[in-house]
């Protein structure tokens, strides 16, 4: 399926952590300080990241992926508030 996905350029990321705030279903973590799109399924194409990019480099992309699901959303945001963040990602 193709849709509107975030894309990170990180020749232009000085990874300030702002598109990871405002993201409304945690598609974005910081991983090895920098934002990263932790699963697809998670994004939602809304672009709130984008406005709050000073440099410019988040941005929304037309891209084959699986469609968003917020039963995944519901479930990771569950195992979220029993489990921290950091058993489900590590920092390359």
Known sequence: MIRNII?????????CGRCVEVCPNQALQLVG???ALVDPVLCD??????SQCPNGAATVQLTDAKPFDAEILKLRQ???SIFPLSLFVSEK
């Open 7 to 15: 894309h990170i350029d990180y020749d232009l990321c000085e990874a």
């Open 33 to 35: 300080n920098k934002p």
């Open 45 to 50: 194409g809304s672009g709130k990241c984008v």
């Open 78 to 80: 569950r195992l979220l």
